[in-house]
């Protein structure tokens, strides 16, 4: 971030939290921030799938972090594509070292059988477009990204925009090529924002439970939002009129600000 | 009764039984093989892929605490104990090269490390009564400790009529009258059978079976929660509305089929 910039993005909350009963150990979601370009993400790793932490966390990690090939363009439909291979590379590598590693049946078997990870994705970069802020977000799956404005009061969900839409059967990233499954994301692209505002990106349970308050009583996301921690969590999880489902959870909650003034 | 709490994590396991009929009847031809092979290749498979579903990177989370009881010449705990447990200590395993699509129209050869707990048997006769007596005990025991989780499901595979029909129910009714505070106790019962006499599958009334042994099978086995129907719809099956878990007269498709959706139905 340089003097002349308009904006900063001023992270409110990050919080990555395991099912309840489980080891922080086994959680599948990974989030990731960079503050000097902007980049922010979750993934949500697909349980079921083969080594799903592993390529989430690359996922997330090589988004904000990664240093990209050229013609690698994040937000294009035609040139994202490097980004997902080289993390499905790194996934192959530590996974051949794993599998190297054990000699549980149940491990080998897959790999054997070239089972892949999946993994839901929401990222998001914030820029500077002629004087105006403007974010470019890859979305995919039921992972999602909440920009509340705060000048007209108004909410924008992407990609689900109703806590009923959710469902066990997203789209999601592979970490091996997959023929017959298509992992297209979605992508927004130069959506302007503006100082004040929030933006949230969340994997699913999280995001479901932060529409259904939206729906029902828009008042407590406004207010609370960045206030989130473990203690809450676990309260909401067991709310009796808006349950929060106990599944592993990634959240950011993120503010455009004015940057401060130097000297 | 709710049926709601379905074992996401590994707060709220769940208990999955399987008793297996190993009476001499078993002998008889079943498909490529006997009874007692498909029904022992049956139930390797379903704790195989139980286990896989509760594979979390190199963990297996316990998310299902797991019982075979077989009833033979004995009543006889095969399994019992948490599904980490069970997945570290197979009795044996064989390595086989199995054809996999290769995802371009063909078939592949893939090495496979398959796992063995189960060794087909078939001796004496019938006491299934007892097995259940046994199975009731397994359940009390897991419910004092568990008693808001998902109710246990217990899978009963049998060929033939057991040895003294009136303790067989009284014992089944007891079993099922177990509760967690989340529902009964599911009993889905696989009576299989190479006689092509009409398969019934997953039926909500005893109105159209003619034998008495059928109707004794329906009367033991539960009424299908909603997760159990759409897991039942996922592998298949077309039940309707009430369908109770029992399959008469089932071949070896439809068992693995009912296995799967019993035993996996519940865990995402």
């Known amino acids: 971030m340089n003097e002349t910039e308009s904006f900063q993005i001023q992270i409110l909350n990050t919080f990555i939290c395991q099912k309840l009963g489980e080891d922080i150990s086994d959680c599948q979601d990974s989030l990731s921030t960079n503050i000097n370009n902007n980049r922010f993400c979750v993934a949500d790793g697909v349980s079921r799938s083969f080594y799903p932490a592993i390529f989430s966390g690359l996922l997330t990690n090589l988004f904000c972090n990664g240093d990209m090939p050229e013609n690698t363009e994040l937000f294009s439909q035609k040139k994202w594509q490097k980004w997902l291979e080289i993390a499905q590379h790194e996934w192959l590598k530590l996974v051949e070292e794993k599998v190297d590693q054990t000699n549980k049946y149940y491990i080998k078997n897959r790999f054997y059988n070239k089972e892949h990870a999946g993994a839901t994705f929401a990222g998001i970069e914030f820029q500077e477009n002629e004087r105006s802020i403007i974010f470019n977000a890859m979305i995919i799956g039921d992972s999602c990204i909440i920009h509340i404005d705060q000048a007209h009061k108004k909410t924008n969900k992407y990609l689900i925009e109703s806590s009923k839409d959710f469902n066990f059967t997203p789209n999601y990233f592979p970490s091996r090529p997959v023929q017959e499954k298509s992992f297209q994301p979605n992508f927004l692209i130069d959506q302007p924002v503006s100082v004040d505002d929030i933006i949230v990106v969340a994997t699913d349970a999280i995001a479901k439970w932060l529409l259904l308050l939206i729906e029902k009583r828009e008042k407590l996301i406004f207010n609370d939002i960045h206030k989130l921690t473990y203690e809450t969590i676990d309260k909401y999880r067991t709310d009796q009129s808006y349950p929060l489902e106990n599944d592993d959870i990634a959240l950011l909650v993120l503010k455009v600000v004015q940057p401060k003034q130097k000297g | 009764m709710a049926y709601n709490k379905v074992p996401i994590g590994t707060s709220n396991p769940g208990l999955t039984m399987i008793l297996v009929d190993q009476s001499y009847s078993m002998r008889d031809a079943y498909g490529a093989g006997q009874k007692k092979d498909v029904a022992a290749m049956a139930v390797n498979r379903v704790i195989y892929e139980i286990v896989l579903a509760c594979q979390s990177g190199e963990k297996i989370k316990d998310r299902i605490y797991m019982a075979v009881i077989g009833y033979g010449d004995n009543i006889d705990v095969l399994i019992e104990g948490?599904?980490?447990?069970?997945?570290?200590?197979?009795?044996?395993?064989?390595?086989?090269?199995?054809?996999?699509?290769?995802?371009?129209?063909?078939?592949?050869?893939?090495?496979?490390?398959?796992?063995?707990?189960?060794?087909?048997?078939?001796?004496?006769?019938?006491?299934?009564?007892?097995?259940?007596?046994?199975?009731?005990?397994?359940?009390?025991?897991?419910?004092?400790?568990?008693?808001?989780?998902?109710?246990?499901?217990?899978?009963?595979?049998?060929?033939?009529?057991?040895?003294?029909?009136?303790?067989?129910?009284?014992?089944?009714?007891?079993?099922?009258?177990?509760?967690?505070?989340?529902?009964?106790?599911?009993?889905?019962?696989?009576?299989?059978?190479?006689?092509?006499?009409?398969?019934?599958?997953?039926?909500n009334s005893d109105v159209g079976l003619h034998d008495e042994y059928a109707k004794f099978l329906f009367e033991i086995s539960s009424e299908l929660p909603q997760t159990l129907i759409d897991a039942a719809i996922n592998v298949g099956f077309s039940p309707p509305e009430n369908a109770r878990g029992f399959l008469f007269n089932a071949g070896a498709e439809n068992l693995i089929k009912l296995l799967h959706f019993g035993s996996l139905g519940t865990l995402r």
């Open chain 2, 82 to 203: 948490k599904i980490s447990e069970i997945a570290e200590n197979p009795i044996d395993t064989k390595e086989i090269m199995k054809k996999e699509p290769d995802g371009a129209g063909g078939l592949v050869e893939v090495k496979t490390i398959m796992p063995i707990w189960i060794k087909p048997k078939a001796e004496n006769g019938t006491p299934m009564g007892h097995a259940f007596d046994v199975a009731h005990r397994v359940a009390d025991n897991w419910i004092q400790k568990n008693s808001d989780n998902f109710p246990p499901i217990v899978i009963n595979i049998s060929d033939g009529e057991p040895n003294d029909p009136d303790h067989t129910r009284d014992a089944a009714l007891r079993l099922m009258d177990i509760q967690t505070n989340d529902g009964k106790l599911l009993m889905l019962n696989a009576h299989i059978s190479d006689l092509n006499a009409g398969e019934v599958l997953l039926p």
